[in-house]
């Protein structure tokens, strides 16, 4: 069995060509073991059938598990169903209420609160296997103390720096500003700020090294709908984005969109900026040697950026709960798959131990290590309500048209009053 999900899983990276991915007063505590659902095992030659939605970068991968599954099931019919990735959630959301739609389906971990609200998603049993998983994987899959999915894949950002003009990031804010100005470059720093419409996703790492985290956490990870960005720590941030704004050492502006920012640092305009795995080949077909690095402290406490997830989910309304449970636990949760599914959709492998075998890579490194100290992306609803005000603000602060103190309290009431 084994012998043939390698050839598999060979097939698939094989055929694959595909550029990468393309969105409290302490660091995210380690993560307490989810409890799982009380499913037991599907029965060994199950009978039955498996509807699983997948889109056209993955779908070898699950066939290949597939593949393997049915050799030891050969008496179920696994269909997969290949769809836009964009169409999913609205699909699976609209389809699984009426009892039509997969039994599985691939998905994003901040698809969660929507899901969980209306009914949708069925806790997956991973019992031991949760422990072979990066930490922040099981915790963005977590509600209410138990997993609502397979977590395969993560996405993050991180410092990327141009090489041949700097030799490495310090761990400090101030300092990595030093070397920047030190390399005689245009700009010290670049980074995305969405013109005036702001970007609190990009800038969050910064934002956590001072302690004011979006929402507050619970011990296993998961979000309560408690801001945690208010207080201190949040008027210390907000103080910060001014001081570096276009009113003060210009390190931040309103005038950088995504594609500004990315051709500043494709034209050696700047030695180092913020982006994902998604910025990557960008900045090579410029010809920029990049190196990747953990995202610097700028107010003293460990920068945790947003950690997406990508996963399976299983749907509430499968009539197959136990054989989808087996398949996903037992076929997809293996080290050979998790690793076909990084072949074809090079995203960072959940799991560790595929995780640090393609670490061999230097930027796949480094961007591992910026996921270490991340933190999940809230999938709680109230995560809907945060981001146009959230945005709004930072852009006010940075472009120095509001006090920084006026507009995050203002902010802060705004949230309170969307949130309830």
Known sequence: MRKTLFRAATVVAAMSLLAACGGGDEA?????????????????????????????????????????????????????VQKNFEDIRADFLAQVPTGEGPDITIGAHDWLGSFIVNGVAEPVD???????????????????????????????????????????????????IAAGKEAGTKYPFVINTNGTTGDAYTYYGLQTSFGAPVFVQNEDGSYTSELGMGGDEGFAFADFLAENGMK??????????????????SDGNAPYTIAGPWAIQTFKDAGIDVAVDPIPSAGGETAAPFVGVQGFYLSAQSESKLIANDFLVNYVATPEVI????????????????????????????FLSASKNGAPMPSIPEMGNVWEHWNAAEA?????????????????????????
């Open 126 to 176: 991973l019992g031991a296997k949760a422990g072979e998983f990066e930490a922040v994987a099981t915790q963005a899959f977590t509600y209410d103390g138990q997993m609502y999915g397979l977590p395969y894949a993560l996405e993050t950002i991180a410092v990327v720096r141009n090489t041949a003009l700097v030799d490495s990031t310090p761990e400090t804010w101030d300092e990595m």
């Open 248 to 265: 003060g050492e210009g390190h931040f502006s309103t005038d950088w969109t995504y594609d500004v920012a990315n051709q500043e640092f």
């Open 28 to 80: 995210p505590a380690e993560t307490q073991e989810p409890t799982t659902a009380e499913t037991s095992a599907a029965p060994a030659g199950a009978t039955g059938s498996l509807t699983i939605w997948v889109d056209e970068n993955r779908k070898p991968a699950v066939q290949a598990a597939v593949d393997i599954y049915n050799e030891t099931n050969p008496d179920v019919k696994v269909e997969l």
């Open 339 to 366: 690793k076909a599914l990084y072949d074809a959709d090079p995203r960072l492998p959940a799991m560790t131990s595929v995780a640090d075998e393609v670490a061999s890579d230097p930027i796949v490194a480094g």
């Open 396 to 420: 006010s602060i940075i472009s120095g048209s509001a006090k920084p103190k006026d507009a995050w309290t203002k902010m802060l009431a705004d949230l309170e009053s969307a949130i309830g």
